[in-house]
């Protein structure tokens, strides 16, 4: 039978040759609702059943970070990928195995690293990560604090004026960590010295001294009440001229320092040569080693200075010379002492002496 041409017909199997690509396309695409969090791919190139991770970077203050390095691990060594943040703060991870956990981290210049938990993906999911801020990593400033060489020879005189041989005899004038002693000052000469001089302890001394001359009957005052009186204004004198001269005004004008610097290391002969030449080397304020004139000049002119009250009797060079004599003798013995001895005899000293 012969087919006859209809334009109506034509037109609409025309039409169905149209819409029919279109539903078969349809048909194919999954219907399924996306769960919370998650995105769609709108990349066609990637497989329905392969999954991604997409978010935004913000600092603390809720500003987008761009440029900022986004590296996603897998549990697999190989499943590794990394990129940078876009304007936006922005990255996409498309393609990620679902099934597996993936580690995600962010770093960026000056902010603390973001790390997530494990992430788990479904196929076809695609997860929005909505959580991803990053702190301003904080600054950390270093101060050193170095106090002045003033500061320093004021702390160290304080701690020497607590030195005590026995707890409670002064043992000032002794410098036991001479590795780090600092030059005193003019005032904290003159501090040192006066310390000394009204101690109660060195009061309690001369009385001491001045009934065992008064028991000698030496230098050549009376006896009684007055000679005793005499005798002890004689010898606070003597100590007072004697440590002021040479412990305070020479040692500010010669700029030398007073003390004793202890060794307490090498050998035994070293140290007895250090003690025995204490009276005659001292160490001066720039550090060095020098002849100790300040010693020797206070010695002398205390000495000198007490014929102007010693008995008519007890006058003259022989006294000033064997007064100096005596006195020298008396600081290489001190020296010796300091060296060998005290040290064990002053607790403050002693404990640090134990201490790791």
Avoid at 88 to 115: E, M, R
Avoid at 318 to 343: H, K
Wanted: charged share 15%; proline share 6%.
């Amino acid at each position: 039978m012969q087919l006859v041409y209809n334009p109506l017909f034509a037109a609409l199997v025309a039409a169905l040759a149209l819409v029919a690509p279109s539903n078969s396309l349809s048909a194919q695409v999954p219907t399924a609702l996306q769960e919370p969090g998650t995105l769609q791919s709108a990349n066609p190139s990637v497989r329905a059943d392969t999954s991604g991770i997409s978010g935004t970077v913000l600092d603390s203050n809720g500003e987008l970070v761009q440029g900022a390095t986004v590296v996603l691990d897998g549990s697999v060594p190989a499943d590794h990928h990394e990129l940078v943040t876009n304007d936006n703060g922005q990255f996409s991870f498309d393609g990620l195995t679902p099934g597996i956990a993936y580690h995600l981290k962010v770093i960026a210049a000056g902010f603390l690293g973001w790390d997530s938990p494990d992430i788990v993906l479904t196929p076809g999911q695609f997860k929005l990560l909505t959580d991803i801020t990053i702190r301003v990593e904080p600054k950390q400033t270093s101060v050193t604090v170095y106090a002045s060489t003033d500061e320093i020879a004021t702390e160290q005189v304080r701690i020497e004026e607590q030195q005590r041989v026995l707890g409670f005899i002064p043992n000032f004038y002794v410098v036991y960590d001479s590795k780090d002693a600092a030059p005193l000052t003019t005032k904290l000469k003159f501090q040192l010295a006066l310390r000394v001089s009204v101690d109660p302890v060195t009061v309690g001394g001369v009385a001491f001294v001045s009934g065992i001359y008064q028991a000698a009957n030496r230098p050549d005052y009376v006896q009684g009440a007055k000679g005793y009186g005499q005798r002890f204004g004689a010898i606070a004198a003597d100590g007072i001229s004697d440590i002021m001269i040479g412990g305070a005004i020479l040692p500010s004008l010669l700029h030398q320092d007073p003390r004793y610097f202890y060794q307490g290391t090498g050998t035994t002969n070293s140290r007895m040569r250090h003690a025995v030449l204490s009276p005659f080397i001292c160490k001066g304020d720039n550090g060095r080693w020098q002849p100790n004139y300040s010693s020797l000049g206070g010695d002398l002119a205390s000495s000198a200075i007490s014929n102007a009250y010693y008995p008519q009797s007890n006058r003259g060079a022989g006294l000033v010379f064997s007064s100096f004599a005596i006195g020298t003798g008396e600081r290489m013995a001190s020296g010796f002492a300091q060296e060998f001895i005290l040290p064990w005899l002053t607790p403050s000293v002693k404990r640090q002496h134990q201490q790791p």
